[in-house]
T-cell receptor, first 112, second 114 residues
């Protein structure tokens, strides 16, 4: 069964609004989770490292004020895309570092 | 993490073995070779990993050359459901949270045909 679950699987939002994506580790505690973004026909790009109880670490070029990450518990990390624009439309994937690295199913975001 | 080079695409007939190569000539002594695959519109799925010995599990076999500069993932009896993008990644296996970060290349698009 799945070890890491994302919700929602897909979401459509209007430009200028914010949207939250959840990443949960099921039956395991994950102090560290990772958020990736994947545009069509491209590879996964790491956006940030989510650390439970502390601030996320963002990769170079990723706007931390636009992509808010919260890791308030050992089983949940959230990614909030603020003031979304059509160019933010993408496939967002999280992973959790447990005994190895497990990925969620991904979340499709479409901004219209 | 060391850079990897994979062919952009490969074809395989259903039921035959699929052999996916990966070059990692700059791999360090403490870096492992990991393989993941991504079926369309899904998150990556772990397949197998190894350091220097050949490894086998229920999904695949991993053959690593003696000098560790290249490896081959083998799917012994490919099925249509094995059609996916296969990623070869090298990274250290321990040492802080950074080892959970994976750097994905472009991978190999494997197409299994009837």
């Amino acid at each position: 069964g799945a070890v890491v679950s994302q919700h929602p699987s897909w979401v459509i939002c209007k430009s200028g609004t914010s949207v939250k994506i959840e990443c949960r580790s099921l039956d395991f505690q994950a102090t560290t989770m990772f958020w990736y973004r994947q545009f069509p026909k491209q590879s996964l790009m790491l956006m940030a490292t989510s650390n439970e109880g502390s601030k996320a670490t963002y990769e170079q070029g990723v706007e931390k004020d636009k992509f808010l990450i919260n890791h308030a518990s050992l089983t949940l990390s959230t990614l909030t895309v603020t003031s979304a624009h059509p160019e933010d439309s993408s496939f967002y994937i999280c992973s959790a570092l447990i005994d190895t690295i497990y990925f969620g199913e991904g979340s499709w975001l479409t901004v219209v | 993490d060391a850079k990897t080079t994979q062919p952009p695409s490969m074809d395989c007939a259903e039921g035959r073995a699929a052999n996916l190569p990966c070059n990692h000539s700059t791999i360090s002594g403490n870096e492992y070779v990991y393989w993941y695959r991504q079926i369309h519109s899904q998150g990556p799925q772990y397949i197998i990993h190894g350091l220097k010995n050949n490894e086998t599990n229920e999904m695949a076999s991993l053959i690593i050359t003696e000098d560790r500069k290249s490896s081959t993932l083998i799917l012994p009896h490919a099925t249509l459901r094995d059609t996916a993008v296969y990623y070869c990644i090298v990274r250290v296996n321990a040492g802080g949270t950074s080892y959970g970060k994976l750097t994905f290349g472009q991978g190999t698009i494997l197409t299994v045909h009837p």
